[in-house]
């Protein structure tokens, strides 16, 4: 079992910057390939990005690459998503996940989700 906080969410002008950060309970947190989506109102679930349980690969959406960094501290059980630049259509809910998949690009591969954290970007 595998309990997901995130934290960090916020308010900021376009062109801003977040960062948010998933806080894992458990053990074995370093075997799963950590994930981040967004849920804007009224849309299905999007795939931010993943990284890799060792930290060493990472993928991105398109609509993020080249803005968002995803990195992980396994010895702090914590992963985090640096949002650069960001765009009023960037605002969304934002979720981390957990899975034993290598490359999960789909809610269907992952097992565990936080409540997930409001990011909101103004114009």
């Known amino acids: 079992q595998v309990q997901l906080v995130e934290s960090g969410g916020g308010l900021v002008q376009a062109g801003g910057s977040l960062r948010l950060s998933c806080a894992a309970s458990g053990r074995t947190f370093s075997t799963y390939t950590m994930g981040w989506f967004r849920q804007a109102p009224g849309k299905e679930r999007e795939f931010v990005g993943y990284?890799?349980?060792?930290?060493?690969?990472?993928y991105y959406a398109d609509s993020v690459k080249g803005r968002f960094t995803i990195s992980r501290d396994n010895a702090a059980n914590t992963n985090y998503l640096q949002m650069n630049s960001l765009k009023p259509e960037d605002t969304a809910v934002y979720y981390c996940?957990?899975?034993?998949?290598?490359?999960?690009?789909?809610?269907?591969?992952?097992?565990?989700w936080g409540q997930g954290t409001q990011v909101t970007v103004s114009s």
């Open positions: 990284i890799s349980w060792s930290g060493g690969s990472t």
């Open positions: 996940a957990a899975s034993i998949f290598l490359k999960p690009v789909t809610t269907r591969n992952y097992d565990y």
